[in-house]
């Protein structure tokens, strides 16, 4: 099945340390996504990339860099987390040959827990 | 600019009685709206999608949606609960042409025995 998928799926980790989540797609998807869920506050986006050497911030990408690395690949860093960064991150992508006006479904992976100690 | 609202952080229904999950949008134009579920440990799935064809929607797992734009909502109903039920369910706006989403900030639903 094509997939989305994300390493590592948990990951405990100190202040100050550079982490970097990944994410890959066999869905032959131009779009992927970075968002991060909070309990009460929904998901709320980090970065976007369109293709490869289009990157785009989001609503909350301060203190996070990403990088796309193929059109089947998106990793985000965190230079140096905090433990405000502790959160749910889902890595999510979409297909612009699907995209209609405002039409844009959105296919997840399942998610890295982060916790910042 | 868009928004959704999600008028309930937590429903709690018993299994086999109706599910109402609410959800209401802002937007100054016809938008195109997503109900997404989260099971524990799991990323999101789409349950169902309005896309400005017929106003009732249905979706997976016997969900169905109705947009009433008179009264900007989008609610989210399953005549029947199910155990499976058990979940988060994020109500979602699509953006404009670069493909922006705006999620809702989630309703919990617990079925209860």
């Known amino acids: 099945d094509a997939d989305v998928t994300q390493t590592p799926r948990n990951r405990i980790t100190k202040t100050g340390k550079r982490i970097m989540l990944e994410c890959s797609q066999t869905k032959g998807h131009d779009r992927m996504y970075w968002y991060r869920q909070d309990p009460g506050l929904g998901l709320r986006l980090i970065y976007y990339?369109?293709?490869?050497?289009?990157?785009n911030k989001g609503e909350i990408s301060d203190g996070y860099s990403v990088s796309r690395q193929a059109q089947a690949k998106f990793s985000l860093s965190l230079e140096s987390a905090i433990p405000n960064q502790t959160a749910l991150y889902f890595c999510?992508?979409?297909?612009?040959?699907?995209?209609?006006?405002?039409?844009?479904?959105?296919?997840f992976g399942p998610g890295t827990r982060l916790t910042v100690l | 600019a868009q928004s959704v609202t999600q008028l309930d952080s937590h429903v709690s229904v018993s299994e086999g009685t109706p599910v109402l999950l609410r959800c209401n949008y802002s937007s100054s134009y016809s938008p195109s709206l997503f109900w997404y579920v989260q099971h524990p440990n799991k990323g999101l799935q789409l349950l169902l999608k309005?896309?400005?064809?017929?106003?009732l929607v249905k979706g997976i797992n016997g969900f169905e949606a109705e947009f009433k734009k008179s009264e900007t909502s989008f609610h989210l109903t399953k005549p029947s609960a199910h155990m499976s039920d058990a979940a988060e369910y994020f109500c979602a706006t699509g953006g404009t042409s670069y493909d922006k989403v705006i999620f809702g900030p989630g309703t919990s639903l617990s079925v209860i025995p």
């Open positions: 990339s369109f293709d490869v050497k289009d990157i």
């Open positions: 309005y896309t400005s064809a017929a106003t």
């Open positions: 999510a992508t979409s297909d612009r040959r699907l995209a209609g006006v405002g039409y844009n479904e959105q296919f």
